[in-house]
T-cell receptor
Framework: GENVEQHPSTLSVQEGDSAVIKCTYS??????FPWYKQELGKRPQLIID?????GEKKDQRIAVTLNKTAKHFSLHITETQPEDSAVYFC??????????FGKGNQVVVIP | SAVISQKPSRDICQRGTSLTIQCQVD?????MFWYRQQPGQSLTLIAT?????????ESGFVIDKFPISRPNLTFSTLTVSNMSPEDSSIYLC???????????FGPGTRLTVL
């Protein structure tokens, strides 16, 4: 089945700087790539997603880029704020509604 | 996105007992799923709850341990049967709404088995 890996496991950034989290996937048939943000004790929240027919998608301070050839996609957070501190999960799906999740990245924004 | 609720939000149970978790969506959805998230870990798909037919289980999960019902397009239950301390985890339901594959999560049920 699909194997999704996330790097780095923990990322600390100064407030105002950018954060980038990268995920790799194994199955070239995967065509849907969401990112979820999970704050402590809360539900995973879908923050952005991308499908394989586009290379980049942006929503205010967050963006996702996809490289199908290299089978990796990345989450970019600009002008980080303390409320961006959370665990971020990437996932991949082949269009069968079954999401395979990465292990998560802890992002810490230092005020 | 749909509003998804779960009951109970948390429970402490004794070994050998069973707990049924309910998931309610405020609109009809095609797909509903159940996940497990162990402390500090990622999300693992348990099964897809199919309306009108048996659930589809992922490798490592079986119907006898995790029976699932989905009587209509807005509601599903997951039962954790014959519990052991290893079943202590957060159980989350999700619903597929809108575009294909897009899923939104319920708040989760935190289960502790003593």
């Amino acid at each position: 089945g699909e194997n999704v890996e996330q790097h780095p496991s923990t990322l600390s950034v100064q407030e105002g700087d950018s954060a980038v989290i990268k995920c790799t996937y194994s199955d070239s048939a995967s065509n849907y790539f969401p990112w979820y943000k999970q704050e402590l004790g809360k539900r995973p929240q879908l923050i952005i997603d991308i499908r394989s027919n586009v290379g980049e998608k942006k929503d205010q301070r967050i963006a996702v880029t996809l490289n199908k050839t290299a089978k990796h996609f990345s989450l970019h957070i600009t002008e980080t704020q303390p409320e961006d501190s959370a665990v971020y999960f990437c996932a991949a799906s082949k269009g069968n509604n079954r999401l395979a999740f990465g292990k998560g990245n802890q992002v810490v924004v230092i005020p | 996105s749909a509003v998804i609720s779960q009951k109970p939000s948390r429970d402490i149970c004794q070994r050998g007992t069973s707990l049924t978790i309910q998931c309610q969506v405020d609109s009809q959805v095609t797909m509903m799923f159940w996940y497990r998230q162990q402390p500090g870990q990622s999300l693992t798909l348990i099964a897809t709850a199919n309306q009108g037919s048996e659930a589809t289980y992922e490798s490592g999960f079986v119907i006898d341990k995790f029976p699932i019902s989905r009587p209509n397009l807005t509601f599903s239950t997951l039962t954790v049967s014959n519990m052991s301390p290893e079943d202590s985890s957060i159980y989350l339901c999700s619903a597929g709404t809108g575009a294909a594959d897009t899923q939104y999560f319920g708040p989760g049920t935190r289960l502790t088995v003593l």
